[in-house]
């Protein structure tokens, strides 16, 4: 009787033991809330949430997929409230606002002991930086702006790509068949300042007190300023164009070269096929400049579960899982592996994207540049090119802008 009593015992004690081990493990359980925004109905997110929970039996993601109209206005209030995601993407334009915040958890260290960081493409991280060169950014995906030309005009014409701006201006003359053809198609409409800067910007000027009027910044845009009103080889619409009138011209045939990035790429092979090729920018006075598009992933300060959320975010920054989760967006993945292999988009853009990448650089982050880039830069543009300002009265009044 007492044998069987200590078999029944020990038989309850070891289940009691299992339950407990059972609530122990699930009270360790944690889970990463995520948010992110996708367009693109193809989403590969659950995909890569299995993936990642496989690998990792501990930790839970919950990522939901805010709509981008209401993404940031969504995620301030969510930090304000107390309900902040543990990690989120981010852009670069937000950071400054959300060091402020005191929402930002500086992931620094947590980069320089990853072994995903040798994988990063040159130049990510330092673009990235935020305050005092704090690392609170892990970039995602990207784009940077580069030369898109007509091969077959290039080649009718007895011309190579230009490799300096000096050619670049040269070829656009050469390339100038008016009114059906011209060298260059200038978006002088709203978003256009990403052109101007790389050919103004390379040369010298600055978004800062000064840095717009001195002799070289005014004498780069008078260059190319100079290009539409005294060359006529950037077409007459150029003040009012914007995307969609540059890439139709382009397409057309009735511009010889324009600039953007790989997002355009796809589409222009499906309209041209091999009559449309890509290289970076072309050097100033020996520099080049290109405008750098981020997407970045961060964590926040307020998250119970830092650790976990690293290592979600690590995850997709890492070899393949980057690559599924850019397949999604258009953009280009971060790592030097997955560029080596990239197949979304031809290699001649792709190559244009990786090798532009060392001399991309961003804008700062400040009140005035958010308003130089959203009206006053296309508003005074189109006076310079219609002759209502002189291309020196222009840059005087954006350094209004930068004064201080």
Not at 11 to 22: D, I, K, N, Q, V
Not at 124 to 141: F, V, W
Not at 145 to 156: E, I, P, Q, V
Not at 339 to 353: I, K
């Amino acid at each position: 009787m007492r044998t069987g009593l200590t078999k029944t015992l020990k038989a309850l004690g070891l289940a009691c033991a299992l339950s407990a081990g059972m609530m122990l493990g699930a009270a360790k359980a944690q889970t990463v809330r995520f948010w992110y925004h996708f367009d693109n109905p193809a989403n590969p997110m659950d995909d890569l949430i299995k993936k990642f929970e496989a690998a990792n039996p501990g930790i839970k993601v919950e990522a939901e997929n805010v709509p981008w109209n209401s993404y940031y206005d969504n995620l301030y209030t969510a930090i304000v409230g107390g309900n902040a995601p543990d990690a989120a993407m981010v852009k670069l334009f937000a950071q400054p606002r959300l060091v402020e915040m005191g929402a930002l958890e500086p992931i620094g260290d947590r980069i320089d002991a990853w072994p995903g960081k040798a994988d990063l493409l040159d130049n990510l991280l330092n673009l990235n930086k935020g305050p005092e060169g704090k690392q609170y950014y892990l970039p995602i995906q990207y784009v940077v702006l580069y030369l898109y030309y007509r091969a077959d005009l290039f080649k009718a014409a007895g011309l190579e790509p230009p490799k300096t701006c000096d050619e670049f201006r040269e070829d656009a003359k050469k390339l100038t068949k008016a009114p059906e053809t011209y060298g260059f198609g200038l978006r002088g409409g709203k978003g256009g300042w990403d052109q101007w800067g790389t050919f103004v910007f390379s040369k010298g000027a600055k978004l800062e007190p000064g840095g717009l009027t001195t002799p070289e910044a005014i004498a780069a845009n008078k260059w190319l300023v100079d290009m539409f009103r005294e060359d006529k080889s950037i077409p007459p619409s150029a003040p009012n164009d914007g995307f969609q009138e540059i890439i139709a011209a382009f397409k057309a045939g009735k511009t010889a070269m324009t600039i953007h990035h790989i997002g355009s790429s796809n589409d222009l092979v499906k309209a041209l096929g091999d009559k449309v090729s890509a290289v970076p920018a072309p050097a100033c006075n020996g520099k080049q400049w290109t405008s750098y598009g981020d997407e970045s992933l961060a964590i926040f300060s307020s998250s119970q579960v830092k650790d976990a959320a690293w290592k979600w975010i690590s995850f997709l920054a890492e070899g393949q899982n980057n690559v599924e989760f850019n397949k999604a967006t258009g953009q280009m993945t971060v790592t030097k592996s997955g560029s080596a292999n990239w197949t979304l988009h031809q290699r001649r853009f792709v190559d244009a994207t990786v090798q532009s990448l060392p001399f991309a650089s961003v804008l700062p982050q400040t009140p005035a540049t958010t308003e130089f880039v959203n009206t006053a830069w296309q508003t005074n543009m189109q006076q310079a090119l219609t002759g209502a300002a002189t291309p020196e009265q222009m840059m005087q009044q954006l350094q209004t802008l930068f004064a201080n």
